[in-house]
């Protein structure tokens, strides 16, 4: 079972850019497509982008299209999300979460690997 670990995360302006990450260990990533996920204070957990483990096709809520970008580095093992233009409504905890070997896939019920995640807070 691959345990996920994200970093990246931290208080920024709106505008701002952070890059997340999330590393892999006790399995490689390379076989698991991997999906971004974030809840904000008082609401559900939501789908933010995925990534298929072969790389080949990724997915993005509306919400973050043109802003977000979902990558992977399979000889790092790690899984990244870059952030531009961030809105204080991005202000999250934002979680990765991995399964193997599918298609990138937006629902939260059907990944078992999960990280602890990374809090991002975007100020006005």
């Known amino acids: 079972q691959v345990q996920l670990v994200e970093s990246g995360g931290g208080l920024v302006q709106t505008g701002d850019s952070l890059r997340l990450s999330c590393a892999a260990s006790g399995s490689t990533l390379s076989s698991y497509s991997v999906a971004w996920f974030r809840q904000a204070p008082e609401k559900e957990r939501g789908f933010v982008a995925a990534?298929?483990?072969?790389?080949?096709?990724?997915i993005y809520a509306d919400s973050v299209k043109g802003r977000f970008t979902i990558s992977r580095d399979n000889a790092n093992s790690t899984v990244y999300l870059q952030m531009n233009g961030l809105k204080p409504e991005d202000t999250a905890v934002y979680y990765c979460?991995?399964?193997?070997?599918?298609?990138?896939?937006?629902?939260?019920?059907?990944?078992?690997?999960w990280g602890q995640g990374t809090q991002v807070t975007v100020s006005s």
């Open positions: 990534i298929s483990w072969t790389g080949r096709s990724t």
């Open positions: 979460a991995a399964r193997f070997r599918t298609a990138a896939i937006a629902d939260t019920r059907l990944y078992r690997n």
